[in-house]
């Protein structure tokens, strides 16, 4: 017979393993659904193995100017391969970590695929879960409760998809064999700033394209404006109030090339690669929530304060929720999912969460800008 859980959390990511070892140290009996790797975006595809190949950017930098102060270098150079290596290598020890703490709080990880299902033989209300193996194999179980924890992923533009090779996004990107010439990046937020200002350090030519009128249009304009003087300085290629033609992309042998908008300028841009970072997506499709009363906008669950869906007995945490799509805000979630599981109430509240930008030099910003904060008052 199979186990009787109190949650069955369906993702291993940064909301769903921290809300798991939570809930476990709160007495619950919880299990992981897993169809990959525990760790989820943050460790295996964006914070983690993007900040150790940002760190080699800085070092090898760092390198090239030593010189200037005294440490003499001569035929700096840049190994990419070693790069990459040095990534996987913190990336894998990382991993290691997260199963570590999995296996010393007894949270078992079920590889598969977790979908959830409605009232049913097997349950009354919407709940019971279908795990479906790798091997074919599948089984059900019927938690008292669920957590759906199943993340994000990069969003595409209509019209331009993604082929891995020519246009590529932010995942694919972390599979590179070796820096590209040059580089378009669509997209000025977090993501596109920090892939912009690595590849320009790694020796890419980088030409950044955000549709709105600055670069980082979720943080201060004074702040984002900086920066922009910065990767300029850095000869790279900024254009704002730019519309992408997705229509008139031509890929080739040598590269792709991409026609762009400036109210009445259109111009054509050529390069290697184009690297769409317009933001990210919920992983809110194919898990089951059209056989529940699970409500969704645009792929995004919608959940009360304490992170509770229309089921009563159904929460969702992380990503696939909408907000800030970051990592230190899908364990803070993972809190309110848990202990709510566990009858400790504790709403949820992002006014005053950080977004870090990490570059060289580094920067970071909070919910909205000096004109937003002139007229907040301090509880």
Not at 46 to 57: R, T
């Amino acid at each position: 017979m199979a186990d009787q859980y109190d949650i069955l959390i369906l993702g291993g990511g940064t909301g769903g393993y921290v809300a798991a070892i939570r809930a476990a140290q709160l007495g619950l009996k919880v299990a992981v659904v897993e169809k990959e790797k525990v760790g989820g975006t943050c460790l295996h595809k964006g914070c983690m193995p993007s900040k150790a190949m940002l760190k080699s950017a800085e070092m090898y930098q760092t390198a090239k100017k030593m010189n200037e102060f005294g440490v003499l270098t001569a035929d700096v150079s840049l190994d990419f391969a070693k790069v990459m290596e040095r990534k996987d290598k913190v990336v894998s020890q990382l991993h290691k970590g997260v199963q570590h703490l999995l296996k010393k709080n007894n949270v078992p990880v079920i590889e598969g695929f977790g979908r959830v299902m409605g009232p049913s033989i097997f349950s009354p209300r919407a709940g019971a879960v279908r795990i479906e193996r790798q091997d074919g194999e599948s089984e059900i179980l019927t938690p008292n409760n669920v957590i759906i924890a199943t993340g994000s992923r990069p969003k595409a533009l209509p019209g331009l998809a993604f082929d891995g090779d020519r246009i590529i996004n932010s995942d694919h990107a972390l599979q590179l064999e070796e820096v590209p010439k040059s580089i378009i990046i669509i997209g000025a937020g977090a993501i596109g700033v920090e892939w912009a200002s690595m590849l320009n350090d790694f020796g890419c030519e980088v030409t950044l394209v955000e549709y709105m009128p600055h670069i980082l249009p979720l943080e201060d304009e004074e702040a984002a404006n900086e920066l922009a003087r910065n990767f300029k300085k850095r000869k790279m290629k900024i254009l704002t109030s730019a519309k992408v033609l997705p229509e008139t992309v031509e890929i080739g042998e040598q590269g792709v090339s991409v026609q762009v908008q400036q109210g009445e300028k259109t111009e054509t841009l050529h390069a290697e690669k184009i690297l769409v970072a317009v933001g990210r997506e919920a992983a809110s499709d194919n898990i089951g929530l059209e056989a529940t009363e699970v409500k969704t906008d645009r792929g995004i669950i919608q959940v009360n304060s304490y992170m509770q869906t229309a089921e009563s007995n159904i929460f969702a945490i992380g990503d696939v929720i909408g907000g800030l799509q970051l990592a230190h805000v899908a364990r803070s979630r993972r809190n309110r999912g848990g202990r709510e599981n566990s009858g400790i109430e504790s709403p949820s509240d992002q006014l005053r969460s950080c977004s870090p930008l990490h570059l060289f030099p580094s920067g970071g910003g909070q919910r909205g800008d000096n004109r937003e904060a002139s007229q907040r008052t301090r509880p």
